[in-house]
């Protein structure tokens, strides 16, 4: 296919227009949480106001006597098997003689309004025997996993830094909450249309709660707002369908905002202890590292989260010796599974504030240490794995460097631009105490499922002739949470088959499984899997343009599936093992303004160099690298789900932080593409990576700018403020919070 074709078919390699777009820019799109069918009632859960508490008796009576309610529901009328989980199956579908988590469901009830169903579910009464909470993961003696990495026998250095991390429990925050529709069926099952990341997974957890066989739990795809990992547990899946079963009516449940923070799993919170050593030059000897993962109250994908942070805990550098031990542990803090970054993000805060500890050590620029020891093609992780494909990492960070810097502080005065400066148009400072600072991150990520995982995807392709034009029709399972998967599956059909009519259908249970929309897989797994079906069906065109073709054979389908190359379990002793498919690399430099009296940070500007592989959608995937990095953002200075003693206190958006267009800064993006051989058109996952290297080098620029410590993510202003840590002359601190 030449460029000409692929501009006339809006193919591989361009900026095709996504078909929701004008339906979101307008309002027109329909969410999970706009689902409506007549008959439809209205579900709400019961939730736990403890963290941890027996369950002595609970009382649905008052609920059943508020008019228009229908029923109400406990664990005794689960219908099948009363626990799910997506790697182990540890969690109830509803509390049964404990609660292990603030915010755990414990009774279902459904009613004709909304409002109704939320005052009977404040009319169950629970009675409780509350217990002592198990919250500081290092109390924690029930281990989910613990994986240690071992290579090596030489611990000792000349030069040696050491440190204490520790990264705070962050929330997906997307906008759209849970939602879904539960519909009967005549065959005695259930179609449920919900906003989820993984429509198999889903109904292989709900089927056997549901007592049903897999084929009677249908699922559908509705309108996802976002999802970041949030989506890949149940959240009000099983509840749904249990009330439309047992009343024989369609079930709708959306959760407002403050019960989606208790409805789904979170960012792991982690504590990480690090040593480098290395030469007086800057080349590592040995790294230690003991990484702590909070995975609250029940599994959720935490054994993968620790995999993650292990396997990469000491990011893209060459080190010959290596003690790296993570564990991950269940708490009664809420439970923690996946969000974007996956395990890497926590580890990547950890080693790349090591580095420029290291740097300023050894005498060295931040820059200068990180390509000293940088990986490339040929390197091996500390898992023994050997990097088979393009890692260009010093050139990407001698490209980073070379980037132009933005304009100077602006000037203070009387009448300075108070949106140049920390705080705004709050009239905060006229730049007296504004600092600036740059620092540096790199992050390394994993593309795909891990660990010996069948990762696959399962894609089927129509062509037919519809008013006498060639259409193709795409049907897969695979998740469209916002990150433009349709476009792509689009534009890799006409491409592959020179047809400009594509239409990509809803994706739904009734085509094999395309796995989750996570771990930046989608484009390579779901993205192969519709090229090998398109090629199946140009196959039997017969070498013949498509109209010519579907005229003398009538309609062409064809059904392929798609595997990455197999990957192997960690060894459970020592660490080694080729456990991943795919790496990827991006890093980042942060330019950041700080009032340093009052702790306010502005970030002025970011500038990321990411090498893709190929660029399939150059729109979407500077929209990635854009979004990857506000959330990293986010977790550097503002975003935190506060917990205290096992109780989240700021389950809004007024209080929990995230970054508007305000807080974000322009951007520099400088896009490499180096094909990996071993993937669909040489492709390479884009959306996690930006996430992990924005966190370390905003706190880096921030303590540039302050002279402080600062071991700890997001970044308060009273960790900043000089006053508050006796310093206001710039002495160093910890940065440490009481």
Sequence with gaps: MTETAYTTL???????????????????FAYASDLWIDGTVWGATVRSPHPSAWIRSIDVGPALKIPG??????????????????????????????????????ALVAADHPETARRAAAAIVVEYEVREAVTDPRRSTDVVRRQPVRVGDTFEAEVVVTGEYEVGMQDQAFLGPEA?????????????????????????????CLGLPPEKVRLTLSGVGGAFGAREDLSMQAHACMLALRLNRPVKIVYGREESFFGHVHRHPALMRYEHGATRDGRLVYVKADILLDGGAYCSSSPAVVGNAASLGVGP???????????????????????????????????ESQMDRLAEACGLSPVEIRMRNAVSQGSRLITGQLI??????????????????????????????????????????????????????????????????????????????????????????????GQGLVTVQAQIARTELGVANVTVATADTSVGSAGSSSASRQSYVTGGAVKAACEAVRERFKGLPAREALERSGPVEETREYRHRPTYPLDPLTGQ?????QLALCVHRAVVDVDVELGLVKVVELAAVQDVGRILNP??????????????????????????????LNPSFTDYLIPTILDMPPMQLKILENPDPAAPYGLRGAGEPPTLSSTPAIAAA??????????????????????????????????KRA
């Excluded at 005794?76 to 915010?103: M, N, S």
């Excluded at 810097?405 to 000037?411: D, F, I, N, Q, T």
């Excluded at 696959?456 to 998740?479: D, F, K, M, Q, W």
């Design 577 to 581: 093992g080729d456990s991943h498919t």
């Design 702 to 735: 921030v303590r540039a700018a302050t002279g402080l410590r600062l071991t700890r993510v997001p970044l308060r202003p009273e960790d900043i403020a000089l006053f508050n840590k006796g310093s206001i002359n710039g002495e160093a601190s910890d940065g």
């Design 317 to 351: 550098y060459e080190v010959p010796n290596v003690d790296v031990v993570a564990t991950g542990v269940y708490t009664n803090n809420p439970p923690c599974g996946a969000m974007r970054g996956f395990g890497a993000v926590q580890a990547c805060y950890a080693y």
């Design 10 to 28: 809006h193919g591989v390699g361009e900026s095709a227009r996504r078909p929701d777009a004008a339906l979101k820019v307008t309002g027109e």
């Design 388 to 481: 088979d494909s393009p890692a260009p990492l010093a050139d990407m960070l001698r490209d980073l460097e070379a980037l132009p810097m933005p304009g100077p502080l602006p000037a203070g005065g009387p009448e300075p631009d108070l949106r140049d400066l920390p705080g705004g148009v709050s009239q905060t400072t006229h730049g007296e105490s504004v600092r600036r600072g740059v620092g540096y991150g790199v992050g390394i990520k994993n593309i795909c499922f891990s660990e010996g995982f069948d990762d696959y995807s399962t894609a089927r392709v129509r062509a037919e002739l519809v008013g006498g034009e060639p259409h193709v029709t795409v049907y897969t399972a695979a998740a469209e949470v």
């Design 180 to 208: 879904g529709l539960a519909v009967p069926a005549e065959d005695g099952g259930v179609d449920l249309y919900i906003a989820t990341q993984w429509l198999h997974v889903d109904r292989d957890q709900l089927a056997p």
């Design 619 to 648: 729109q979407a995937l500077e929209g990635q690298i854009h979004g990857g990095s506000a959330q990293g953002l986010g977790l550097a200075l503002m975003e935190e789900i506060q917990v205290r003693d096992g109780r989240v």
């Design 69 to 106: 309610v229908l029923t109400a529901l406990t664990h005794e009328d689960v219908p099948g098997v009363k626990f799910y989980g997506l790697e182990h199956k540890d969690q109830p579908v509803l509390a049964i003689d404990q609660v292990r988590y603030q915010g755990e469901p414990v």
